[in-house]
């Protein structure tokens, strides 16, 4: 599809000028490419006409909601148990705020300059270096959240076929190695949704992960008041030794404040659990009648809905085995219980149908590095996704423990997305004719780079220290 050029050599996207396939103008659009301000009681607001979206008000919220719930639930009984029930309320509800702020920056940059793309705000505040690097942090943490969720299945696909094949735990057939499990699964269920054209048409398998992870919810409450707290329970049946997740706390009392060296890592488990914001843009990108109140509004229902899913997940977890609970949750409930089976399948299901979503904004990142210029293409669109896929096959099937890399990449990426990158991009692009630097809004947006900064600063430190402490006690391994 060609798109007119300007006199100036720019390419021409005025309204009249939409083209009939959006999609592509936003793949085509360059750095140089021009959008019109419509001039309205006398503020100027960007139109929008990158791309016609075609996306309901619900299947984005079912979309976002997906994008933010993941593995990222099943850690926080653990934070909860590190942290207290009030400080860990407290904590929570920061998170959600300036998720939700986080969001609102994004918008509003993106509307100031007309554009709905992560690594073209990047381009607009600091030119290539800029575009460069919010393409590489969007690249880094999806495909650590993907290698997260292919995780889950690679350990937990084994153990539901095992229980409700009734094999024994020593079975060595194919279809109980992780490894092969893994494959097929992204061959055939997450292949399939990841070459969909649009992120919109996965409104429904999201719908449909959320109520796995409804399911999820339920099962965790209803184990609360079954399962008595025991202070001998062994949850470590998989033999995994994770010395610096463990919790130094066994006993079954509920603790309201406490802190202890693994309350480190509540604020990365939060921020992790919270991250949605690479699909932002894209997911408003197709929502249909957009404009920066709809999809603020998109954002608020959908963080506040996993807002209240997280908090009751992790009481009821946490309340069911108080300070001996696992970083991930769903290791603490028995293999042998059918009910915890099809809740594990359902957990599986749910993370399996968000890998799909996570993929789209790496291709998009990879376009906009690669290919800024070229307009969509099926073999680009396919070829990106096998390879990315492909990868983090890889990387699950051979990296043997990554908790630590995750560890890295939450405490890094996590904060750059949600709180530095966002307020960066806000200070440098809204121009100080409209808000100037001494604006309220414009010191608050420094305060919370300030405060990204803080958070990422000090979760890197307190990894290293666990790191190095947890070597030692485990002698060097
Ligand atoms: N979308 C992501 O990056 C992570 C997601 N918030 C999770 O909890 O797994």
Known sequence: ?????????????????????????????????????????????????????????????????????????????????????????????????????????????????????????????????????????????????????????????????????????????????????IIIVSVTVILPLALMKRLGYLGYTSGFSLSCMVFFLISVIYKKFVIECSLEHSYNETGVTESIYNSTDDTCEAKFITINPQTAFTIPIMAFAFVCHPEVLPIYTELKNPNKKRMQNVANISILAMFVMYLLTAIFGYLTFYGKVDSELLKMYSKKDTLMLCVRLAVLIAVTLTVPVVLFPIRRAVLQLLFPDKPFHWMRHISIAVCVLFFVNLLVIFVPNIRDIFGFIGATSAPSLIFILPGIFYICIVPEAQEPLKSRPKIQAIVFVTLGFIFMIMSIMFIIIEWVNGKKTSGGH
């Open 1 to 181: 599809m060609e798109l007119q050029k300007t006199s100036n050599g720019h390419h021409d996207l005025s309204p009249n000028r939409i083209p009939e396939n959006g999609f592509d103008a936003l793949e085509n659009m360059t750095e140089g490419d021009n959008f019109l301000p419509n001039k309205s009681n006398g503020k100027i607001e960007t139109q929008f006409t990158d791309f016609e979206g075609k996306t309901s008000f619900r299947m984005s919220i079912f979309n976002l909601s997906n994008a933010i719930m993941g593995s990222g639930i099943l850690g926080l009984a653990y934070a909860m148990a590190n942290t207290g029930i009030i400080l860990f309320v407290i904590l929570l509800i920061s998170i959600t705020v300036l998720s939700a702020y986080s969001i609102h920056l994004l918008l509003k940059t993106a509307g100031v300059v007309g554009i709905r793309a992560y690594e073209q705000l990047g381009y607009r505040a600091f030119g290539p270096p800029g575009k460069i690097l919010a393409a590489c942090i969007i690249t880094l943490h999806n495909i650590g959240a993907m290698s997260s969720y292919l995780f889950i299945v690679k350990i937990e696909l084994p153990h539901i076929i095992q229980g409700l094949m009734e094999l024994p735990d020593n079975s060595t057939d194919w279809f109980v190695d992780g490894r092969c499990l």
